[in-house]
């Protein structure tokens, strides 16, 4: 990359109000474009349980990390991780006392536009939106951390609809703000108001239109997300409230199971994870894990315990499922557990608590104490092959890591980096 091409990328950034820093690729490096093929549209990716696709990934990490391709910095305060669709990555923030979504170039990290859509707020543990956007099409899904709900443009981010579902739900909001990432489902949009029979809502994603609200569920929002899996026939939305597990029928919104055990009183955040008709749930502060099988008659689904354990209290950082077994952190230690039979494999301190994304055979670790780092996703033993620091920015790294079209994409606060883990 020429003198002259950085200085137009950067007067670019800078009229944008983002400021980028763009790393030189070395000369024998050709730039190759990223494509749909490595595309991370939502909330823990393709099928929201934090895996990609992707292979000829970097196996280890020279001590300084891979290498940065770009970084920029101006995106706020805020947690949430980023979604990647064709040549634009698409990111929550904040920009003068509001929550914004940005769209930006996913080769150099520009600023394509901004889109302010309802004011910020912030707690003790730090302001800005919480949730990641669901891209669908030329359409992109985005909840704040008070409630508003947008569809907007993928070309130009203009607002097609918008709703509060906490007023317009009768919900309240929770004591670390709303979290959860829309769900995209056919013609539907999934969210969890938390509202007096509507626990959860389905609305017309074309729309915003009420499809219908969960008459049976009024459960206060978790921080978790939603996910949704043909079970035995079965369309079904599974969630993790503030008070339990459930599993709603997709058609109507009829609550079938709702399974307590796994909850705590203080903050449920993990993203269910379903395979073969079964689902697992986790929470912290002294709680654990549970595997339910899930079994359907009649056009209904029920749910019963296969085990529970406490050697899975994920706070935040979910857990992903890799060849039968689980990998997340057990409070602050990076634990491996059987699926099926809930027995540890094995555990280590890592990088300390924190979040973890898979792909090609190596568990993508961030921690939260600013700590990036590369695994082998093994049930045999934890084996480290690369980490780095990244920037202390004030409050804790808990943006999840994302790799999408040969690159790892980190976001602290109000900076994201692109860094290039293509194997040569």
Excluded at 149 to 169: K, P, T, Y
Excluded at 286 to 303: C, D, I
Excluded at 348 to 377: I, M, Q
Excluded at 396 to 420: C, E, F, K
Aim: aromatic share 8%; charged share 20%.
């Amino acid at each position: 990359m020429t003198v002259r091409r950085l200085l137009v990328l950067c007067a670019v950034a800078v009229a944008a109000g983002v400021a980028v820093s763009v790393v030189p690729e070395p000369p024998a490096l050709a730039q190759v474009p990223e494509s749909r093929t490595g595309d991370w549209p939502q909330w823990r990716g393709p099928d929201r349980n934090g895996l990609s696709a992707e292979t000829g990934l970097l196996d280890a990490w020279p001590a300084s990390g891979p290498r940065v391709v770009w970084s920029v910095s101006g995106l706020g305060a805020g947690y949430g991780s980023v979604s990647t669709s064709g040549d634009r990555l698409f990111v929550q923030g904040t920009e003068r006392r509001q929550s914004v979504v940005f769209s930006l170039n996913r080769a150099n990290g520009r600023r394509v536009w901004s889109t302010a859509v309802g004011s910020t707020r912030g707690n003790d543990k730090g302001s800005g939106p919480r949730g990641t956007p669901t891209v669908d099409g030329d359409r992109v899904y985005v909840l704040t951390e008070n409630g508003d709900l947008a569809c907007l443009g993928f070309e130009d981010g203009a607002v097609r609809w918008h709703r509060n579902i906490l007023d317009d739900f009768g919900g309240r909001n929770i004591s670390w703000l709303m979290s959860h990432s829309p769900l995209v489902d056919g013609g539907a949009l999934i969210v969890t108001p938390g509202g007096r029979n509507a626990g959860m809502v389905a609305l017309d994603k074309m729309t915003g239109a009420t499809i219908w609200t969960s008459d049976e569920l009024s459960d206060a929002s978790g921080y978790a997300s939603p996910v949704v899996a043909d079970v035995q026939g079965v369309r079904t939305y599974m969630t993790l409230t503030a008070s339990a597990g459930v599993g709603l029928r997709a058609s109507d919104g009829k609550l079938m199971w709702r399974y307590r055990r796994v909850a705590n009183g203080t903050a449920n955040v993990t993203t269910p994870i379903f395979f073969d008709d079964k689902v697992f749930y986790t929470s912290a502060y002294g709680t654990g894990a549970a595997l339910l099988n899930l079994t359907a008659e009649g056009g209904e689904v029920s749910a019963s315990e296969i085990y529970f354990t406490r050697n899975m209290q994920n706070h935040h950082g979910g857990v992903v499922l890799v060849d039968g077994h689980l990998y997340g952190f057990n409070n602050s230690i990076l634990t491996a557990l059987d699926f099926e039979t809930g027995e540890r494999a094995w555990r280590d301190r890592s990088v300390g608590k924190g979040a973890v994304t898979y792909a090609d055979g190596h568990l993508y670790l961030l921690g939260e104490n600013n700590v990036v780092g590369l695994a082998e996703a093994s049930p045999d033993g934890y084996r480290e092959t690369g980490r780095f620091r990244i920037e202390d920015r004030g409050w804790p790294s808990w943006s999840h890591p994302v790799v999408s079209g040969g690159r790892l994409y980190i976001r602290n606060q109000g900076t994201l980096a692109s860094y290039d883990i293509r194997a040569r």
